[in-house]
């Protein structure tokens, strides 16, 4: 079975969806961020101090994710490339690469997700102790 040029082309729109995911889950961190700083200020509560370590570990997760992401999509250029200047072995290996690399950043989302799980699990505890 050999790959055409069009065979990188096919990841280029779900790759641009999931990279405009994790950008959208950055930024929502980010405001999250300054949210948290505001609090802790003001109360340094362990619940706070909780949520902060466990915004700081998905927000290193968020960045391999997009950096992993991102490599998979340059990765499906450069494979496009090969295949144009007629490096076929060697796009084939580049491509598989860039898929390596698409499957290294979905578990790594799937793995924040947990995180963040756990996050929502820290602020609903907060609330149950009010009660």
Do not use: W
């Not at 930024?27 to 915004?55: C, F, G, M, P, W």
């Not at 756990?118 to 149950?128: F, G, W």
């Amino acid at each position: 079975m050999e790959i055409d040029l069009t065979t990188p082309a096919l990841l280029f729109s779900a790759i641009s969806l999931i990279m405009l995911a994790y950008t959208n889950r950055f930024l929502s961190y980010a405001q999250l961020v300054r949210t948290l700083k505001d609090q802790y200020r003001e109360n340094h509560s362990a619940v706070t101090a909780a949520q902060i370590s466990n915004l700081r570990k998905r927000l290193y997760l968020t960045r391999a994710m997009q950096v992993t992401g991102i490599g998979s999509l340059l990765l499906c250029v450069v494979s496009m490339f090969l295949m144009y200047i007629q490096f076929y072995l060697i796009s084939v290996y580049v491509f598989g690469l860039a898929l390596v690399l698409l499957i290294l950043s979905l578990a790594i989302s799937v793995r924040e997700i947990y995180i963040s799980i756990k996050a929502l699990e820290l602020h609903l505890s907060d609330i149950e102790e009010e009660k």
